[in-house]
C-alpha cells in the first residue's frame, strides 16, 4: 500500500509564501525510483499540471504560469517532495495534490502518467 500524504496547505494574503510537503511511505515503495509532480484543482476546473522533478532532482519542471515563483524540490532520505509557493496570487487557491510516475520528465505533465495520489492540501489566497 503506498500513501502519499500531503501537508503545509492553509491562508495566506496574496505576495505571500507557502511551503507544501508530501511524504511518502509503503512498504514496496521505492521512492527514489519514482519522479514527483504537482497538480492542483480549483473548484469548478480540471486538475492542472503545477510541477515535476525527475527521480534524481536534477531538473524541475513548470507550468508556465508558475515558472519563477514556484520551486519543486524532492529529498530522497526523507521519501519527501516539496512545493516552495512565493508570490502568491488569489488565482493560485486550490487543493494541491502530489503524485508518484514512473514516467520520464516529459511525461509528467500529464495526470495520467501518474500511479499515485495523495489526498490534497488546501491552498487558499486572500487579496
Known amino acids: 500500500q503506498v500513501q502519499l500524504v500531503e501537508s503545509g496547505g492553509g491562508m495566506v494574503q496574496a505576495g505571500g509564501s507557502l511551503k507544501l510537503s508530501c511524504a511518502a511511505s509503503?512498504?514496496?515503495?521505492?521512492?527514489?525510483?519514482?519522479?514527483m509532480g504537482w497538480f492542483r484543482q480549483a473548484p469548478g476546473q480540471e486538475r492542472e499540471f503545477v510541477a515535476g522533478i525527475r527521480w534524481d532532482s536534477d531538473s524541475g519542471y513548470y507550468s508556465d504560469s508558475m515558472k519563477g515563483r514556484f520551486t519543486i524540490s524532492r529529498h530522497n532520505a526523507e521519501n519527501t517532495v516539496y512545493l516552495q509557493m512565493n508570490s502568491l496570487k488569489p488565482e493560485d487557491t486550490a487543493v494541491y495534490y502530489c503524485?508518484?510516475?514512473?514516467?520520464?520528465?516529459?511525461?509528467?505533465?500529464?495526470?495520467?502518467?501518474?500511479?499515485?495520489w495523495g489526498q490534497g492540501t488546501q491552498v487558499t489566497v486572500s487579496s
Open positions: 509503503g512498504r514496496t515503495f521505492s521512492f527514489s525510483r519514482y519522479a
Open positions: 503524485a508518484a510516475s514512473l514516467k520520464s520528465l516529459r511525461a509528467l505533465k500529464t495526470s495520467r502518467s501518474y500511479d499515485y
